[in-house]
């Protein structure tokens, strides 16, 4: 059980396109999911915290505009890169929990994200 | 700020040899530890600690909390090449599940 989805996995896009990352969870209703930054050798970085239809919380320095994350169900939260440039290029990875699962989180599979 | 400190950053040792990963935490209102593997995308959860001195222990893996002296070791005995992998550690404060990651230990085992 507690099985996070993060779709696609990979994606290459050109500067100033906009790339959008979905993250789902297959088997629980996710109260609250978040969504962290990683870079090669590096650990993950909080970029935000999202609860269901509400708005996310966004870690100092992160751009709400620039990374929009929608969490629009249980199951499903979303987070778009706008106008992305190769300096966004990086892991980005989910996870979610659920009531009683506290402060335990299941991660997806992350996304590969290059722009070129 | 808080912060989760873990060394060392990167070790390689032999299939067979034991190896203990630590972490240190600062993280307000601390309320638990947690251990992850990473091996090539989505960290799997190994431990969460939440009660000092009390050792949990999952096969070769095995982990302990001092909540007086702010840390936590991860211990591996016997280790295999598929222990390979980043190994992280996580502090949550009292309130939300908000997890502070540690930089990881990136862990090579050599047959």
């Known amino acids: 059980g507690a099985v996070v989805s993060q779709h696609p996995s990979w994606v290459i896009c050109k500067s100033g396109t906009s790339v959008k990352i979905e993250c789902r969870s297959l088997?629980?209703?996710?109260?609250?999911m978040f969504w962290y930054r990683q870079f090669p050798k590096q650990s993950l970085m909080l970029m935000a915290t999202?609860?269901?239809?509400?708005?996310?919380?966004?870690e100092q320095g992160v751009e709400k505009d620039k990374f929009l994350i929608n969490h629009a169900s249980l199951t499903l939260s979303t987070l778009t890169v706008t106008s992305a440039h190769p300096e966004d290029s990086s892991f980005y990875i989910c996870?979610?929990?659920?009531?009683?699962?506290?402060?335990?989180?299941?991660f997806g599979s992350g996304t590969q994200l290059s722009v070129l | 700020e808080d912060k989760v400190v873990q060394s060392p950053l990167s070790l390689v040792v032999h299939e067979g040899d034991t190896v203990t990963l630590n972490c240190s935490y600062e993280?307000?209102?601390?309320?638990?530890l947690l251990w992850y593997k990473q091996e090539k995308k989505a960290p799997t959860f190994l431990f969460m600690l939440?009660?000092?001195?009390i050792e949990k222990k999952s096969g070769r893996l095995s982990s302990i909390l001092d909540k007086k002296e702010l840390f936590s070791i991860l211990n591996i005995t016997a280790t295999q090449t598929g222990d390979s992998a980043i190994y992280l550690c996580?502090?949550?404060?009292?309130?939300?599940?908000?997890?502070?990651f540690g930089a990881g230990t990136i862990l090579r085992v050599k047959s």
């Open positions: 993280v307000t209102n601390f309320r638990s």
């Open positions: 088997d629980f209703q996710a109260t609250t």
């Open positions: 939440t009660s000092s001195g």
């Open positions: 996580a502090g949550t404060p009292e309130y939300g599940n908000k997890l502070v």
């Open positions: 996870s979610a929990s659920y009531r009683e699962s506290g402060e335990k989180l299941f």
């Open positions: 999202s609860n269901e239809g509400s708005k996310a919380t966004y």
